[in-house]
């Protein structure tokens, strides 16, 4: 992703065990409180960037109920985290969607992203039956209009190591950038007053070479379209593949 900000890793107590799956839920609650107060002291630390957040699977209970003990504790003037994005989470979709409003006004732009092929999502699927997570995708994908909803359901490998999604988390990290902006996301309409679901489709969003160039541009800082097409030009050996990357590159920098 560029490997601008230093990451910092968030371990709880899980067992990692399909057996012991529903006591590893029960134990996030506890794991929660030590979180909010690491988040906060993060906070607390004058003149840094404001620190972006994600979560994976289960780990998306965790983050959210620790957000949740934050929002409680006190108001902001402005948000103080930066991106959240939970991937596949493994929590109950209501609580999610009764969340997003307390969740959204502490970060920038909150991003789902969801799956029907997810390994994690397709366990919970078997021991919740019909009661819907978050994480999960295709038609039951979670709408709401504090959240960007994606789903990646088309994704050939690890939700958190698919080029594609490597992609995807850069330009959000370095541009803020709304779905609409970025690659291979077409919008699937909602219900009555619910914002559109963006599957995600593939093609050359899903070019590893898109996310290494990505990575270069937010290492080295590029602001504009015209400085992403030359860095392009000189990464990039292949006419055709530059061909097809210059609209990516150029609606993203715009």
Not at 36 to 57: C, E, N, S, T, Y
Request: charge should be negative; proline fraction near 9%; aromatic fraction near 4%.
């Amino acid at each position: 992703l560029g490997g601008v900000e230093p990451p910092i890793l968030y371990s709880w107590p899980a067992s990692a065990s399909t057996l012991d799956y529903m006591s590893d839920s029960a134990a996030t609650r506890r794991s929660a409180r030590h979180l909010a107060q690491v988040l906060q002291d993060l906070i607390a630390q004058p003149g840094g960037p404001r620190p972006h957040l994600l979560a994976r699977g289960m780990g998306a209970q965790v983050l959210t109920d620790a957000l949740e003990l934050i929002a409680a504790s006190r108001s902001f003037a402005a948000p103080p985290f930066g991106q959240l994005i939970l991937a596949a989470p493994d929590m109950d979709a209501e609580r999610l969607r009764d969340l997003l409003p307390v969740l959204r006004p502490l970060v920038q732009r909150i991003t789902l992203y969801a799956s029907e092929n997810d390994e994690q999502m397709q366990l919970a699927r078997r021991l919740y039956g019909p009661a819907l997570r978050a994480g999960w995708g295709g038609e039951a994908t979670l709408s709401d209009r504090a959240a960007d909803s994606l789903d990646v359901s088309a994704l050939q490998a690890d939700m958190l190591t698919a080029p594609a999604m490597l992609a995807d988390m850069a330009k959000l990290l370095g541009r803020d950038a709304g779905p609409e902006r970025r690659c291979g996301l077409t919008p699937v309409p909602g219900g009555v007053d619910e914002p559109p679901v963006w599957r995600f489709e593939g093609g050359i969003c899903s070019d590893p070479v898109l996310a290494g160039l990505l990575a270069r541009l937010r290492r080295d800082k590029i602001e504009t379209p015209d400085q992403a097409l030359e860095v392009m030009g000189a990464a990039v050996a292949d006419p055709a593949l530059r061909d097809a990357l210059a609209p990516v590159l150029s609606r993203l920098m715009r």
